[in-house]
């Protein structure tokens, strides 16, 4: 919701509600049903949940929506960006953009990003657990039966 307040006088004799708009945003693959609520749950947001859309398809509708989220399941092509519409931003969850075309989206004034440190916390995590298992020599433990 946009909303502005002119400074000429009395805020409330002179402010206004500019005609709010809703963003439509497309979820185009397989996401965590907690991001899905989480999106869902924003009052000036519309979210479509689409995973498995064929090229084809994808590109049929990518135009009628203001946001696009992937993760590596999808590629985002130049072919796929030439009926972009009225798309600003794609965002993918996870680290690297390798599945997008990054120029051809900037090319149409479209912000490409991803959440590069969203796996950070399960990485170190998953590290720390092989090193344990380093120590413990459980690899190894197999070949004692």
């Not at 859309?53 to 203001?66: C, Q, T």
């Not at 985002?76 to 989206?105: F, M, P, Q």
């Amino acid at each position: 919701m946009i909303s502005w307040t002119f400074a000429f006088g009395p805020a409330s004799f002179y402010s206004y509600r500019a005609m709010e708009r809703q963003i439509h945003i497309l979820a185009a693959d397989a996401l965590a049903e907690e991001g899905l609520e989480f999106i869902k749950g924003q009052p000036d947001t519309v979210l479509a949940h689409k995973p498995g859309l064929s090229v084809a398809e994808l590109s049929a509708i990518i135009g009628d929506y203001d946001g696009l989220i992937v993760r590596s399941g999808v590629q985002i092509t130049s072919e796929v960006l030439a009926s972009a519409g009225k798309l600003r931003a794609i965002a993918r969850a996870g680290v690297g953009v390798d599945n997008i075309d990054v120029d051809a989206a900037t090319a149409k004034g479209i912000v490409v990003m991803n959440s590069a440190e969203a796996s950070t916390t399960s990485t170190a995590e998953h590290a720390f657990a092989l090193m344990l298992a380093l120590t413990r020599r459980i690899g190894h433990a197999y070949v004692n039966f």
